[in-house]
Protein backbone atom coordinates (compact mmCIF):
# COMPACT_ATOMS: atom_id res chain seq x y z
CA UNK A 1 0.00 0.00 0.00
CA UNK A 2 2.69 2.03 0.65
CA UNK A 3 3.72 2.03 -2.74
CA UNK A 4 0.56 3.18 -3.72
CA UNK A 5 0.46 6.00 -1.99
CA UNK A 6 3.98 6.78 -3.51
CA UNK A 7 2.06 6.69 -6.69
CA UNK A 8 -1.00 8.62 -5.71
CA UNK A 9 1.36 11.43 -4.26
CA UNK A 10 3.19 11.93 -7.51
CA UNK A 11 0.26 11.62 -9.54
CA UNK A 12 -1.52 14.13 -7.33
CA UNK A 13 2.01 16.49 -7.82
CA UNK A 14 2.06 15.99 -11.21
CA UNK A 15 -1.94 16.49 -11.38
CA UNK A 16 -1.78 19.87 -9.33
CA UNK A 17 0.47 21.20 -12.21
CA UNK A 18 -1.85 19.64 -15.24
CA UNK A 19 -5.12 20.50 -13.13
CA UNK A 20 -4.06 24.23 -12.27
CA UNK A 21 -2.07 24.59 -15.63
CA UNK A 22 -5.58 23.51 -17.39
CA UNK A 23 -7.95 25.06 -15.06
CA UNK A 24 -5.98 28.10 -15.90
CA UNK A 25 -5.93 27.44 -19.87
CA UNK A 26 -9.38 26.80 -19.81
CA UNK A 27 -10.34 30.08 -18.21
CA UNK A 28 -9.18 31.50 -21.48
CA UNK A 29 -11.87 29.49 -23.01
CA UNK A 30 -14.72 32.16 -22.46
CA UNK A 31 -12.11 34.74 -22.97
CA UNK A 32 -11.70 33.00 -26.53
CA UNK A 33 -15.43 32.47 -26.91
CA UNK A 34 -16.32 36.54 -25.62
CA UNK A 35 -18.49 38.76 -27.38
CA UNK A 36 -16.30 41.35 -26.96
CA UNK A 37 -12.53 40.11 -26.79
CA UNK A 38 -13.23 36.71 -28.01
CA UNK A 39 -13.10 35.14 -31.84
CA UNK A 40 -15.64 34.42 -34.19
CA UNK A 41 -16.38 30.78 -34.24
CA UNK A 42 -14.67 30.65 -38.14
CA UNK A 43 -11.40 31.80 -36.07
CA UNK A 44 -11.62 30.00 -33.20
CA UNK A 45 -12.06 26.75 -35.02
CA UNK A 46 -8.68 27.70 -36.98
CA UNK A 47 -7.49 27.92 -33.51
CA UNK A 48 -8.67 24.84 -33.06
CA UNK A 49 -7.81 23.22 -36.11
CA UNK A 50 -3.97 24.32 -35.90
CA UNK A 51 -3.69 23.36 -32.57
CA UNK A 52 -4.80 19.30 -33.46
CA UNK A 53 -1.82 19.69 -36.71
CA UNK A 54 0.61 20.50 -33.36
CA UNK A 55 -0.48 17.74 -31.82
CA UNK A 56 0.44 15.71 -34.81
CA UNK A 57 4.00 17.64 -34.86
CA UNK A 58 4.44 16.60 -31.13
CA UNK A 59 5.07 13.14 -31.71
CA UNK A 60 7.14 13.35 -34.82
CA UNK A 61 9.26 15.54 -33.08
CA UNK A 62 9.66 13.84 -29.88
CA UNK A 63 9.54 10.28 -31.69
CA UNK A 64 9.14 7.99 -28.74
CA UNK A 65 12.47 9.18 -26.98
CA UNK A 66 10.60 9.94 -23.72
CA UNK A 67 9.50 6.58 -22.79
CA UNK A 68 12.39 5.02 -24.50
CA UNK A 69 14.55 7.41 -22.25
CA UNK A 70 12.58 5.60 -19.16
CA UNK A 71 12.79 2.10 -20.26
CA UNK A 72 17.02 2.16 -21.03
CA UNK A 73 17.74 4.71 -18.12
CA UNK A 74 15.77 1.84 -15.50
CA UNK A 75 17.99 -0.85 -17.25
CA UNK A 76 21.30 0.99 -16.91
CA UNK A 77 20.97 3.10 -13.75
CA UNK A 78 24.37 3.48 -13.84
CA UNK A 79 24.66 5.79 -16.71
CA UNK A 80 21.61 7.46 -16.80
CA UNK A 81 23.33 10.56 -17.67
CA UNK A 82 24.79 8.96 -20.95
CA UNK A 83 21.89 7.91 -22.07
CA UNK A 84 20.39 11.56 -21.50
CA UNK A 85 23.01 13.09 -23.18
CA UNK A 86 22.59 10.59 -26.40
CA UNK A 87 18.83 11.26 -26.38
CA UNK A 88 19.15 15.09 -26.07
CA UNK A 89 21.84 15.17 -29.24
CA UNK A 90 19.88 13.34 -30.95
CA UNK A 91 16.69 15.08 -30.34
CA UNK A 92 18.62 18.86 -31.24
CA UNK A 93 19.57 17.46 -34.29
CA UNK A 94 16.05 16.29 -35.66
CA UNK A 95 14.18 19.25 -34.11
CA UNK A 96 16.84 21.82 -35.63
CA UNK A 97 15.91 20.14 -39.07
CA UNK A 98 12.24 20.22 -38.38
CA UNK A 99 11.72 23.95 -37.55
CA UNK A 100 14.09 25.03 -40.06
CA UNK A 101 11.87 23.19 -42.62
CA UNK A 102 8.33 24.79 -41.07
CA UNK A 103 9.86 27.98 -41.43
CA UNK A 104 10.92 28.31 -44.81
CA UNK A 105 8.01 26.36 -46.00
CA UNK A 106 5.30 28.38 -43.96
CA UNK A 107 3.95 30.33 -47.07
CA UNK A 108 3.83 27.27 -49.53
CA UNK A 109 1.46 25.29 -46.28
CA UNK A 110 -0.45 28.90 -45.71
CA UNK A 111 -1.53 28.95 -49.33
CA UNK A 112 -2.66 25.04 -48.89
CA UNK A 113 -4.51 25.62 -46.07
CA UNK A 114 -5.81 29.54 -47.06
CA UNK A 115 -6.18 31.00 -43.27
CA UNK A 116 -5.75 34.46 -44.97
CA UNK A 117 -2.49 36.94 -44.51
CA UNK A 118 -1.41 36.16 -41.05
CA UNK A 119 -1.19 32.25 -41.84
CA UNK A 120 1.71 32.15 -42.44
CA UNK A 121 3.21 33.64 -39.61
CA UNK A 122 0.49 31.31 -37.48
CA UNK A 123 3.02 28.48 -38.79
CA UNK A 124 6.31 29.77 -38.30
CA UNK A 125 4.92 30.91 -34.61
CA UNK A 126 3.69 27.14 -34.36
CA UNK A 127 7.31 26.37 -35.24
CA UNK A 128 9.06 27.79 -32.99
CA UNK A 129 6.47 26.53 -30.41
CA UNK A 130 7.51 23.16 -31.07
CA UNK A 131 11.15 23.52 -30.57
CA UNK A 132 11.16 24.74 -27.32
CA UNK A 133 8.51 22.18 -26.31
CA UNK A 134 10.90 19.61 -27.71
CA UNK A 135 14.16 20.96 -26.42
CA UNK A 136 12.79 20.47 -22.51
CA UNK A 137 10.87 17.59 -23.07
CA UNK A 138 14.02 15.27 -22.04
CA UNK A 139 14.60 17.39 -19.19
CA UNK A 140 11.04 16.74 -18.08
CA UNK A 141 11.55 13.70 -18.19
CA UNK A 142 14.83 13.78 -16.67
CA UNK A 143 12.30 15.13 -13.41
CA UNK A 144 10.29 12.21 -13.49
CA UNK A 145 12.87 10.07 -13.62
CA UNK A 146 14.33 10.96 -10.37
CA UNK A 147 10.92 11.93 -9.01
CA UNK A 148 11.50 15.48 -8.73
CA UNK A 149 7.84 16.08 -8.81
CA UNK A 150 7.66 19.04 -6.90
CA UNK A 151 10.01 20.87 -9.75
CA UNK A 152 8.08 19.22 -12.52
CA UNK A 153 5.00 21.15 -11.40
CA UNK A 154 6.65 24.53 -10.30
CA UNK A 155 8.45 24.48 -13.90
CA UNK A 156 4.82 23.62 -15.93
CA UNK A 157 2.99 25.91 -13.51
CA UNK A 158 5.52 28.89 -14.09
CA UNK A 159 5.00 28.26 -18.33
CA UNK A 160 0.90 28.02 -17.92
CA UNK A 161 1.19 31.17 -15.73
CA UNK A 162 2.96 32.94 -18.60
CA UNK A 163 0.78 31.99 -21.62
CA UNK A 164 -2.58 32.95 -19.68
CA UNK A 165 -1.24 35.98 -18.58
CA UNK A 166 0.28 36.62 -21.99
CA UNK A 167 -3.28 36.02 -23.41
CA UNK A 168 -4.79 38.48 -20.93
CA UNK A 169 -2.08 41.22 -21.80
CA UNK A 170 -2.93 41.04 -25.37
CA UNK A 171 -6.51 40.31 -25.83
CA UNK A 172 -7.58 42.67 -22.97
CA UNK A 173 -5.11 45.08 -21.66
CA UNK A 174 -4.00 46.26 -25.13
CA UNK A 175 -7.39 46.78 -26.44
CA UNK A 176 -8.15 48.96 -23.64
CA UNK A 177 -5.00 50.62 -23.39
CA UNK A 178 -4.99 51.56 -27.50
CA UNK A 179 -9.12 52.56 -26.62
CA UNK A 180 -7.91 54.93 -24.22
CA UNK A 181 -5.93 57.25 -26.52
CA UNK A 182 -2.47 54.94 -25.48
CA UNK A 183 -1.29 55.27 -29.78
CA UNK A 184 2.27 53.55 -28.08
CA UNK A 185 0.83 50.96 -28.00
CA UNK A 186 0.50 50.39 -31.64
CA UNK A 187 4.10 48.92 -31.53
CA UNK A 188 2.95 46.05 -30.38
CA UNK A 189 -0.60 45.27 -30.66
CA UNK A 190 -2.58 45.27 -34.32
CA UNK A 191 -6.15 43.97 -33.76
CA UNK A 192 -6.46 42.74 -37.05
CA UNK A 193 -3.79 39.73 -36.01
CA UNK A 194 -6.27 38.27 -34.02
CA UNK A 195 -5.62 34.93 -32.78
CA UNK A 196 -1.97 35.03 -33.79
CA UNK A 197 -1.75 36.71 -30.07
CA UNK A 198 -3.01 33.24 -28.40
CA UNK A 199 0.68 31.57 -30.57
CA UNK A 200 2.18 34.01 -29.25
CA UNK A 201 1.82 33.81 -26.51
CA UNK A 202 2.30 30.53 -25.98
CA UNK A 203 5.77 31.53 -28.15
CA UNK A 204 6.61 33.71 -25.32
CA UNK A 205 6.54 30.63 -22.06
CA UNK A 206 7.46 28.20 -24.23
CA UNK A 207 11.08 29.94 -24.55
CA UNK A 208 10.78 31.66 -20.89
CA UNK A 209 10.48 28.00 -19.64
CA UNK A 210 13.03 26.74 -21.23
CA UNK A 211 15.12 29.16 -19.46
CA UNK A 212 14.12 27.34 -16.14
CA UNK A 213 15.41 24.07 -17.57
CA UNK A 214 18.75 25.60 -18.32
CA UNK A 215 20.82 23.67 -15.64
CA UNK A 216 19.41 20.46 -16.80
CA UNK A 217 20.25 21.45 -20.99
CA UNK A 218 23.73 22.97 -20.36
CA UNK A 219 24.99 21.24 -17.40
CA UNK A 220 23.39 18.32 -18.03
CA UNK A 221 24.15 18.19 -21.43
CA UNK A 222 27.38 17.80 -23.73
CA UNK A 223 27.43 16.78 -27.47
CA UNK A 224 27.41 12.81 -27.47
CA UNK A 225 27.19 10.77 -30.30
CA UNK A 226 27.24 6.69 -30.27
CA UNK A 227 25.06 4.85 -32.62
CA UNK A 228 26.10 1.62 -30.95
CA UNK A 229 24.05 3.01 -28.08
CA UNK A 230 21.35 5.01 -30.08
CA UNK A 231 20.54 2.28 -32.10
CA UNK A 232 18.48 0.03 -29.51
CA UNK A 233 17.17 2.99 -27.88
CA UNK A 234 15.43 4.03 -31.70
CA UNK A 235 14.45 0.55 -32.18
CA UNK A 236 12.55 0.72 -29.22
CA UNK A 237 11.27 4.10 -29.54
CA UNK A 238 9.95 3.98 -33.63
CA UNK A 239 6.75 2.10 -33.17
CA UNK A 240 6.28 4.66 -30.14
CA UNK A 241 6.32 7.13 -32.94
CA UNK A 242 3.85 5.36 -35.38
CA UNK A 243 1.93 4.52 -31.73
CA UNK A 244 1.98 7.78 -30.87
CA UNK A 245 0.79 9.45 -34.82
CA UNK A 246 -2.27 6.66 -34.55
CA UNK A 247 -2.95 7.63 -30.84
CA UNK A 248 -2.75 11.61 -31.95
CA UNK A 249 -5.33 10.70 -35.09
CA UNK A 250 -7.93 9.33 -32.74
CA UNK A 251 -8.11 12.50 -30.27
CA UNK A 252 -6.72 14.69 -33.16
CA UNK A 253 -8.33 13.32 -36.59
CA UNK A 254 -11.34 14.36 -36.12
CA UNK A 255 -11.42 18.51 -35.50
CA UNK A 256 -9.34 18.26 -39.20
CA UNK A 257 -11.74 15.92 -40.97
CA UNK A 258 -14.85 18.04 -39.36
CA UNK A 259 -13.29 21.10 -41.12
CA UNK A 260 -12.81 19.91 -44.52
CA UNK A 261 -15.73 16.77 -44.99
CA UNK A 262 -18.37 18.68 -43.27
CA UNK A 263 -20.78 19.23 -45.96
CA UNK A 264 -21.57 23.15 -46.24
CA UNK A 265 -24.58 24.83 -44.31
CA UNK A 266 -24.90 21.16 -42.90
CA UNK A 267 -26.24 23.67 -40.00
CA UNK A 268 -27.93 26.64 -40.70
CA UNK A 269 -25.55 30.00 -41.03
CA UNK A 270 -22.39 28.39 -39.77
CA UNK A 271 -19.43 27.40 -42.44
CA UNK A 272 -17.38 23.97 -41.22
CA UNK A 273 -14.66 26.23 -39.49
CA UNK A 274 -17.72 27.29 -37.67
CA UNK A 275 -18.48 23.94 -36.68
CA UNK A 276 -14.92 23.19 -35.47
CA UNK A 277 -15.08 26.55 -33.44
CA UNK A 278 -18.16 25.03 -31.85
CA UNK A 279 -16.94 21.98 -31.41
CA UNK A 280 -13.97 22.61 -30.04
CA UNK A 281 -15.72 24.43 -27.37
CA UNK A 282 -18.00 22.40 -26.37
CA UNK A 283 -15.65 19.30 -25.81
CA UNK A 284 -13.01 21.61 -24.01
CA UNK A 285 -15.80 21.11 -21.29
CA UNK A 286 -14.51 17.54 -20.06
CA UNK A 287 -11.45 19.10 -19.48
CA UNK A 288 -11.03 17.35 -15.65
CA UNK A 289 -11.15 13.91 -17.37
CA UNK A 290 -8.26 14.43 -19.63
CA UNK A 291 -6.54 15.89 -17.09
CA UNK A 292 -7.12 12.62 -14.63
CA UNK A 293 -5.71 10.78 -17.40
CA UNK A 294 -2.72 12.83 -18.42
CA UNK A 295 -2.00 13.26 -14.22
CA UNK A 296 -2.01 9.59 -14.41
CA UNK A 297 0.10 9.27 -17.22
CA UNK A 298 2.99 11.65 -16.01
CA UNK A 299 3.02 9.47 -12.84
CA UNK A 300 2.49 6.40 -13.82
CA UNK A 301 5.05 5.08 -17.08
CA UNK A 302 8.02 5.28 -14.98
CA UNK A 303 5.65 3.40 -11.93
CA UNK A 304 5.54 0.82 -14.04
CA UNK A 305 8.49 0.53 -15.28
CA UNK A 306 10.35 0.54 -11.56
CA UNK A 307 7.70 -2.15 -10.73
CA UNK A 308 8.35 -4.47 -13.40
CA UNK A 309 10.34 -7.02 -11.49
CA UNK A 310 8.17 -7.13 -8.49
CA UNK A 311 6.68 -10.56 -8.49
CA UNK A 312 3.64 -8.89 -7.11
CA UNK A 313 3.61 -6.27 -10.20
CA UNK A 314 -0.18 -8.15 -11.92
CA UNK A 315 -2.02 -7.48 -8.63
CA UNK A 316 -0.90 -4.16 -8.29
CA UNK A 317 -1.24 -3.09 -11.60
CA UNK A 318 -4.94 -4.62 -11.48
CA UNK A 319 -5.52 -2.48 -8.14
CA UNK A 320 -3.84 0.74 -9.84
CA UNK A 321 -6.59 0.12 -13.00
CA UNK A 322 -9.68 -0.12 -10.71
CA UNK A 323 -8.44 2.83 -8.64
CA UNK A 324 -8.31 4.85 -11.52
CA UNK A 325 -11.33 3.71 -13.24
CA UNK A 326 -12.88 4.96 -9.72
CA UNK A 327 -11.99 8.24 -9.92
CA UNK A 328 -12.69 8.74 -13.23
CA UNK A 329 -16.08 7.87 -12.96
CA UNK A 330 -16.28 10.40 -10.28
CA UNK A 331 -15.29 12.79 -12.37
CA UNK A 332 -17.42 11.77 -15.11
CA UNK A 333 -20.90 11.80 -12.90
CA UNK A 334 -19.43 15.04 -11.22
CA UNK A 335 -19.53 17.16 -14.83
CA UNK A 336 -22.29 16.23 -16.15
CA UNK A 337 -24.27 16.43 -13.51
CA UNK A 338 -23.04 20.31 -13.20
CA UNK A 339 -22.91 21.00 -17.11
CA UNK A 340 -25.52 23.54 -16.65
CA UNK A 341 -23.19 25.24 -14.20
CA UNK A 342 -19.81 24.93 -15.86
CA UNK A 343 -21.41 26.05 -19.02
CA UNK A 344 -22.72 29.19 -17.18
CA UNK A 345 -19.35 30.10 -15.93
CA UNK A 346 -17.10 29.13 -18.93
CA UNK A 347 -18.80 29.34 -22.46
CA UNK A 348 -21.70 32.19 -21.73
CA UNK A 349 -21.45 32.79 -25.76
CA UNK A 350 -24.71 31.20 -27.10
CA UNK A 351 -23.42 30.88 -30.24
CA UNK A 352 -21.06 28.26 -28.77
CA UNK A 353 -23.57 26.23 -26.90
CA UNK A 354 -25.19 23.67 -29.98
CA UNK A 355 -22.51 20.55 -29.32
CA UNK A 356 -23.25 20.72 -25.65
CA UNK A 357 -24.89 17.35 -25.58
CA UNK A 358 -21.85 15.90 -26.68
CA UNK A 359 -19.80 16.46 -23.60
CA UNK A 360 -21.18 13.31 -21.44
CA UNK A 361 -20.21 10.60 -24.43
CA UNK A 362 -16.14 12.59 -24.78
CA UNK A 363 -16.01 12.30 -21.00
CA UNK A 364 -16.88 8.58 -21.26
CA UNK A 365 -14.95 7.97 -24.32
CA UNK A 366 -11.69 9.68 -22.24
CA UNK A 367 -12.23 7.29 -19.53
CA UNK A 368 -11.55 4.25 -22.02
CA UNK A 369 -8.75 5.83 -23.07
CA UNK A 370 -7.46 5.99 -19.73
CA UNK A 371 -8.03 2.31 -19.34
CA UNK A 372 -6.33 2.25 -23.09
CA UNK A 373 -3.41 3.62 -21.31
CA UNK A 374 -3.38 1.29 -18.40
CA UNK A 375 -3.83 -1.94 -20.53
CA UNK A 376 -0.73 -0.71 -22.75
CA UNK A 377 1.66 -1.74 -19.99
CA UNK A 378 1.81 -5.01 -20.88
CA UNK A 379 3.91 -4.84 -24.24
CA UNK A 380 6.00 -1.72 -22.85
CA UNK A 381 7.64 -4.30 -19.99
CA UNK A 382 7.98 -7.47 -22.44
CA UNK A 383 9.33 -5.04 -25.21
CA UNK A 384 6.61 -5.69 -28.13
CA UNK A 385 5.80 -2.55 -28.75
CA UNK A 386 5.09 -3.41 -32.25
CA UNK A 387 1.85 -4.75 -30.36
CA UNK A 388 1.19 -1.08 -29.95
CA UNK A 389 1.89 0.09 -33.45
CA UNK A 390 -0.58 -2.58 -35.06
CA UNK A 391 -3.39 -1.38 -32.27
CA UNK A 392 -2.85 2.18 -32.68
CA UNK A 393 -2.75 1.78 -36.14
CA UNK A 394 -6.14 -0.28 -36.14
CA UNK A 395 -7.70 2.61 -33.51
CA UNK A 396 -6.60 5.15 -36.71
CA UNK A 397 -8.31 3.00 -39.15
CA UNK A 398 -11.10 3.17 -37.04
CA UNK A 399 -11.19 6.76 -36.42
CA UNK A 400 -10.53 7.67 -39.86
CA UNK A 401 -13.53 4.81 -41.42
CA UNK A 402 -15.66 6.74 -38.58
CA UNK A 403 -15.42 10.15 -39.29
CA UNK A 404 -15.41 9.37 -43.03
CA UNK A 405 -18.78 7.80 -42.98
CA UNK A 406 -20.87 9.69 -40.70
CA UNK A 407 -20.03 13.21 -40.55
CA UNK A 408 -21.56 13.90 -43.66
CA UNK A 409 -24.27 12.20 -41.84
CA UNK A 410 -24.87 13.33 -38.63
CA UNK A 411 -21.96 15.98 -38.14
CA UNK A 412 -20.02 15.98 -35.03
CA UNK A 413 -22.02 13.36 -33.47
CA UNK A 414 -19.68 11.39 -35.59
CA UNK A 415 -16.41 12.43 -34.07
CA UNK A 416 -17.81 11.90 -30.24
CA UNK A 417 -19.06 8.09 -31.32
CA UNK A 418 -16.30 7.32 -33.47
CA UNK A 419 -13.65 7.96 -30.62
CA UNK A 420 -15.66 6.15 -28.06
CA UNK A 421 -15.79 3.11 -30.29
CA UNK A 422 -12.28 3.50 -31.29
CA UNK A 423 -11.01 3.27 -27.37
CA UNK A 424 -13.43 0.17 -26.66
CA UNK A 425 -11.83 -1.76 -29.61
CA UNK A 426 -8.39 -0.53 -29.12
CA UNK A 427 -8.96 -1.46 -25.21
CA UNK A 428 -10.49 -5.16 -26.02
CA UNK A 429 -7.59 -5.96 -28.81
CA UNK A 430 -4.98 -5.05 -26.12
CA UNK A 431 -6.75 -6.50 -23.24
CA UNK A 432 -6.99 -9.76 -25.64
CA UNK A 433 -3.22 -10.22 -26.24
CA UNK A 434 -1.82 -8.54 -22.81
CA UNK A 435 -3.65 -12.16 -21.20
CA UNK A 436 -1.01 -13.63 -23.12
CA UNK A 437 1.84 -12.06 -22.59
CA UNK A 438 1.74 -10.67 -19.38
CA UNK A 439 -1.65 -11.62 -17.50
CA UNK A 440 -2.92 -9.18 -15.28
CA UNK A 441 -5.94 -10.16 -13.14
CA UNK A 442 -8.08 -6.58 -13.85
CA UNK A 443 -11.21 -6.28 -11.83
CA UNK A 444 -13.24 -5.98 -14.70
CA UNK A 445 -16.56 -6.90 -13.33
CA UNK A 446 -16.39 -4.30 -10.83
CA UNK A 447 -15.08 -2.02 -13.50
CA UNK A 448 -18.29 -2.47 -15.86
CA UNK A 449 -20.81 -2.23 -13.24
CA UNK A 450 -19.22 1.16 -11.53
CA UNK A 451 -19.00 2.40 -14.98
CA UNK A 452 -22.49 1.49 -16.36
CA UNK A 453 -24.25 2.56 -12.44
CA UNK A 454 -22.69 5.80 -13.34
CA UNK A 455 -23.76 6.47 -16.53
CA UNK A 456 -27.33 5.29 -15.47
CA UNK A 457 -27.16 8.00 -12.77
CA UNK A 458 -26.63 10.76 -15.44
CA UNK A 459 -29.31 9.70 -17.27
CA UNK A 460 -31.70 9.62 -14.90
CA UNK A 461 -30.16 13.11 -13.39
CA UNK A 462 -31.19 14.53 -17.49
CA UNK A 463 -34.65 13.05 -17.49
CA UNK A 464 -35.73 14.39 -14.05
CA UNK A 465 -34.87 18.10 -14.45
CA UNK A 466 -37.05 20.17 -12.81
CA UNK A 467 -37.66 23.57 -13.85
CA UNK A 468 -36.04 25.48 -10.82
CA UNK A 469 -32.11 25.43 -11.33
CA UNK A 470 -31.33 25.10 -7.96
CA UNK A 471 -33.38 22.08 -7.20
CA UNK A 472 -31.35 20.69 -10.09
CA UNK A 473 -27.84 21.86 -8.87
CA UNK A 474 -28.80 20.24 -5.11
CA UNK A 475 -30.71 16.77 -6.06
CA UNK A 476 -27.55 16.17 -8.77
CA UNK A 477 -24.91 16.80 -6.63
CA UNK A 478 -27.14 14.77 -4.42
CA UNK A 479 -26.77 12.02 -6.80
CA UNK A 480 -23.38 12.49 -7.37
CA UNK A 481 -22.52 12.20 -3.77
CA UNK A 482 -24.17 8.97 -3.03
CA UNK A 483 -22.61 7.75 -6.05
CA UNK A 484 -18.84 8.78 -4.49
CA UNK A 485 -19.62 7.18 -0.80
CA UNK A 486 -21.19 3.92 -3.03
CA UNK A 487 -17.95 3.36 -4.99
CA UNK A 488 -15.68 4.26 -1.38
CA UNK A 489 -17.86 1.64 0.87
CA UNK A 490 -17.59 -0.72 -1.86
CA UNK A 491 -13.96 -1.06 -1.94
CA UNK A 492 -13.96 -0.25 1.92
CA UNK A 493 -11.86 2.74 1.76
CA UNK A 494 -12.14 4.84 4.68
CA UNK A 495 -13.83 7.94 4.34
CA UNK A 496 -12.15 10.20 7.09
CA UNK A 497 -15.05 11.97 8.76
CA UNK A 498 -17.26 8.74 8.99
CA UNK A 499 -14.37 6.10 10.22
CA UNK A 500 -13.70 5.36 13.48
CA UNK A 501 -10.22 6.36 13.40
Known sequence: MSILKKLASETALYGLSSIIGRVLTYLLVPLHTHIVYGFRPSEFGILTVLYAYIAFL????????????????NLDKENQDKIYRKIQTQLLITTTFFTL????????????????????????????????????????????????????????????????????????????????????IDIIYHPGFSIGYVFLANLIAAFITTLFLL????????????????????????????????GTVNSMLDKILLEKWLPDNFYDNQTSLDAVGIYGAAIKMGVLMTLAVQAFKYAAEPFFFSQSQDKQ?????????????????????????NLPLITYLFLSNPKYHEALPLVPMMLLANLLLGIYF???????????????TYIAFFGAFCTLVGNLIFIPLIGYWACVFTTFATYLLMSLVCEYYGKKYFPVPYAWQ???????????????????????????????????????????????????????K
Not at 461 to 477: A, D, P, R, S, T
Open 374 to 388: NLTIWFKLTNKTHFG
Open 215 to 246: DILVKKYKFSWDWKTLHPILKYGYPLLFMGLA
Open 313 to 337: APELFAKVMLYFVMVCAMMWVGVCV
Open 446 to 500: KIIVYIGIGGFLIIVVKLFNFENIYLNFICGNMVWLIYIFYLLINEKINIPFLSK
Open 101 to 184: LFLFSADFLNNYLKYGINGSLYIRFLALILFFDTIVALPFAYLRLQHKAKRFALVKLVGIFLTVFFNLFFLIICPMLKKAGFDS
Open 58 to 73: NIIYTYGMETSFFRFA
